[in-house]
């Protein structure tokens, strides 16, 4: 674990005047469990309002600059830039994952490569940029890291249909997935699945949902195909 703020600070952008809170950030509920004792706090309120955050603005980006989208495309499309692996990815681009508080546990079975700790964290970094230096701070922050490759992240949304009909036209294989992993209690699950082609993985995803880990698998599979290109 990095403890390096002013490195992560450099990193995103921001320097915040109250540590704390972006303390509290990075703050995984593993980790706060285990550190009760020192008023350790976990950052899932701070993701709760991280998110209401990066909805207005995504929502914002879109209205001001997709003039000619229509509503429901606008919907699809935010969908595909907030959701949980492309999330992961924005907040991977600069190591968040790195700077996490997690439990000994969550730290030994893997929680610093989880997508689903790492967006929450993205979230509860927005929510804390928010509370420490208003809007206009925050926005700055979405605008380099979430709003950022559009034309890629458009793929996560549906990634299924789009890879399924990718292999149609040329013809290859039969597409398949499969549920690899199942972790966590059941209120707060993780699966990971695998796309098939015939009996090849060409892609891995996790997610919350089977169908959000299928989802990334797909993605994961178009990326592929296309380096194969």
Do not use: W
Request: aromatic content about 8%; glycine content about 8%; charged content about 30%.
């Amino acid at each position: 674990m990095n403890t390096n703020y002013s490195q992560l600070e450099e990193c995103i952008g921001y320097e915040f005047h109250n540590k704390e809170l972006l303390i509290n950030a990075l703050t995984h509920t593993s980790y706060a469990n285990e550190h009760r004792h020192k008023g350790m706090k976990d950052n899932e309120r701070l993701e709760f309002l991280g998110d209401a955050v990066l909805e207005l603005l995504s929502s914002e980006y879109l209205f001001m600059n997709m003039q000619e989208m229509p509503e429901g495309k606008m919907t699809k499309l935010r969908a595909s830039l907030v959701c949980e692996p492309t999330l992961a990815s924005d907040a991977k681009s600069f190591g968040l994952e790195e700077f996490l508080y997690l439990g000994k546990g969550e730290n030994e079975t893997g929680g610093r490569s989880r997508d689903s700790i790492i967006s929450d964290a993205f979230e509860a970094l927005i929510g804390a940029i928010y509370i420490d230096g208003g809007l206009e701070s925050a926005r700055k922050f979405v605008l380099r890291f979430a709003l950022n490759d559009i034309d890629n992240k458009k793929l996560f949304f549906d990634s299924k249909t789009i890879l399924q009909e990718r292999l149609n036209s040329v013809k290859r294989g039969n597409l398949s997935y499969e549920i690899v992993d199942e972790t966590g209690p059941d209120h707060n699950k993780s699966y990971v699945a695998v796309a098939k082609l015939d009996d090849e993985i060409i892609g891995q995803g996790e997610g919350h949902t089977k169908k959000a880990a299928e989802q990334q698998a797909a993605y994961c599979a178009l990326k592929t195909l296309d380096k194969r290109k």
